[in-house]
């Protein structure tokens, strides 16, 4: 998204994928605060800034190459998107990252609760298919991706926050850190195309997950999980993998993990307070799970 304060400006660039957002006015959606192109001239990778209205109804997004990460920084909001042919529903929060699949346009309506700020990255198509070519060529199933970002990743967040505040960084800085982030997404959340799920299946999958979110708070179990969705346990857990790439287990803790980084960010509650909310039997519990997955402790990352 490349726009003014008045309407839509697209960057005479070969990098960027940006012709699409050509004749679609942004302006009625956000208002951009930064633009890296503009203020820091940057040409390898493009971050910007944008203050959003509370609500939008029909906001249609279209297709475009380029990866697009998305990182909420303030305000909270029930979105509602439809691409590929599938919807979804899912909380729009400060630090629940967002990858949108390439060359798939996406319809999006939200309720916001108040503010909303967001730090948005596009890092081009060319860079994601040099770096996948040097890491063997396979190709790429971004869907996967996108759902394994979903559950959370504590330095693509990080990263994504240093970019939105480059300083008097210079372009070699942008294009190291559009390097770095196309590398470790490929590296971590990348993978080779499996066989198509059944649409079934899938809507399963969707319906886990979203009854995770829904019930972070709650000793929620495999079985729980298998129940509501209609299969057993084993079947669950096969086809979960199968869509996201990890265990259920796995990404319900990264889920927890990711609200509890909110929680100690954007709030005074105490660790224990953020145990219960996330479903920690204990503060001890989250401390352990928290060390593991971002290698510090709770008390460490809220004084960072």
Known sequence: ????????????????????????????????????WQDAGWQSLLVQRFEHVTVADDME?????????????????VMETRSGGRGSRYTWAPGRLELGVPDQPVLRRYRGD?????????IPRGTVDRIAAQLGGRAVDYEAMAA???????????????????????DLYAESAAAFLAVH???????V??????????ARVRAAVELMRGRLSDPITLADIAGEVHLSVYHLVRVFKEVTGVTPHRFLTRLRIAEAKRLLRDTDLTIAQIALRCGFASPGA???????????????????
């Not at 108040?114 to 596009?122: F, P």
């Open 185 to 191: 997404l490929l590296t971590r959340h990348a993978r």
């Open 114 to 122: 108040g503010a909303m700020r967001s730090v948005q990255v596009h």
């Open 148 to 170: 394994s970002l979903a559950a959370g990743d504590s330095l693509i967040e990080e990263a994504v926050r240093a970019v939105g505040r480059p300083n008097d960084a210079g």
């Open 286 to 304: 989250l401390s352990t799970a928290f060390l593991r997955h971002t290698g510090a402790r709770p008390s460490v990352y809220r004084n960072s």
């Open 1 to 36: 998204m490349t726009i003014g304060n008045l309407g839509i400006m697209v960057f005479d660039s070969t990098c960027f994928d940006l012709q699409p957002y050509v004749g679609f006015d942004m302006a009625r959606y956000v208002r951009r605060t930064y633009c890296s």
């Open 193 to 202: 195309p499996a066989p198509r799920t059944p649409p079934r299946e899938d």
């Open 61 to 77: 997004l279209p297709a475009t190459a380029d990866l697009h990460l998305v990182l909420p920084v303030a305000g909270r909001a």
